[in-house]
């Protein structure tokens, strides 16, 4: 099997999107947490931690995943990050990608964390986020990446050693021959990195018929999803789409939400219209009693319909928690709770999980030892589900914090019930 296209994400929510994109357009492509044997589809995700991770640790993580990559002979390796280019100055954005453009040999390498369906919009290298800078919307108060920067060029440089420039709109509308032009005056001005201008699906579309052939591209989810008619176009993989669908999957069903998102946090609050949800106060620290008291409300719930637990607060309680046990233990302390819940509802029964926020996702599926998932066709930003085989499947969604429709947490819950219909 020819590696067509090896990403590795810094997250798993993220790096579920990127497969189920590409499974959308009838390509199979793996997912896994941990590298596999060998690839046995032309596309495989790679699904990591590396996002908060200490800056030395992720790039150990991913000049690892990145040889294993190379290894397999992938024609593109893929960095996979946030569309909100969730980072801090010490990373891992570009120094993670400075260990992939070594890898791979790259003259130059594009960011493209544009995502118009979510309303995330790059314009002369500021980020957008619906109408306003992104240092204008909540992403400004996130408890671990706050996003104060809208200049992406400027927050790129502060992670990398290599020259950054910038590829803006006027020259992404220009076409492919300007776009191949700007590009090599980039590299022969020392220029290594380009942060991409896109605001609308055509520049996404232009971006990937520009990169398609590069060792390496970095970006969003959303720039990778126009790649796979390309590949068709070069006879890479079959000409035919062709991908399996998701079997139903009964039984119980719990949400567990980890992420300090408006948009999850209002999710809650529309799924607590309909069915209970029980908000964790993280206050003594005290792992054991929160776990203990969350299966006893839980527990004798399920039987009627699907529950929710979260440990999702906002801007204020998000900063109480912190100072009193300080930024990562608070939210380790978060990811702890809702792993060992999720490992003691699956040990009562049940079958479905919808995990929210990336950090949490990642700690559930370590948690209950899954490394590898079969992926569900993409729907929508934030919606997409998969399946972890074993003696009793196990269907889940991960979905990022900031992402999906209001409503969405009781009708995914339904769907993976239903399975995949096409």
Known sequence: MNLVFGAVADDLTGGLEL????????????FATELPDKPEHPAIVIGRRTRVADPAVAVADIRRTGT???????????????????STPAGNIGNCADIL?????????AFCPSFPEAGRRVFQGHLFADDRLISESPKRH?????????????????????????????????????MQRHCGELIAGGIGFALADAAVPEDLAALAALTVDWPLMTGNSSV?????????????????????????????????????????RRQLEVFGEQRPVLMLDLADGDADRIVAEAMAWGLPRLGDGPIAIATSAGP??????????????????AEEILSRLAEAFREAGTTRFLICGGETSGAVLDRLGIRTLQVGAYRAPGV???????????????????????????????????????
Not at 101 to 109: F, I, K
Not at 385 to 412: I, T, V
């Open 101 to 109: 453009r070594e890898l791979t040999a790259s003259r130059l390498t």
């Open 68 to 86: 294993w990559l190379k290894e397999q002979g992938a024609r593109q390796i893929f960095f996979k990050y946030c569309a909100t280019f969730d």
């Open 224 to 264: 990778a999803a126009y790649y796979p008619p390309l590949w068709r176009e070069r006879e890479l993989v079959a000409s035919e789409p062709g991908a399996p669908s998701l079997p139903a999957v009964p039984g119980p069903a719990v949400v567990l939400a980890g992420s300090c998102a408006d948009r999850t």
């Open 316 to 333: 204020e309680a998000v900063a109480a928690a912190q100072a009193r046990l300080g930024q990562r233990a608070a939210a380790s302390l």
């Open 142 to 178: 996130d408890p671990l990446t706050p996003m104060t920067d809208p200049d992406l060029v400027r927050v790129l440089r502060q992670q990398t050693a290599t020259p950054v420039g910038l590829i803006p709109q006027q020259i992404v509308r220009a076409g492919l021959e300007a």
């Open 384 to 422: 997409s589900q998969a399946l972890a085989d074993g003696a009793k499947p196990l269907a889940f969604c991960l979905k990022s914090g900031k992402l999906g429709p209001e409503d969405m947490l009781l009708p995914m819950l339904a769907s993976m019930e239903r399975g995949e219909r096409r």
């Open 19 to 30: 497969a189920a994109m590409i499974v959308a357009a009838g390509v199979p492509c793996a």
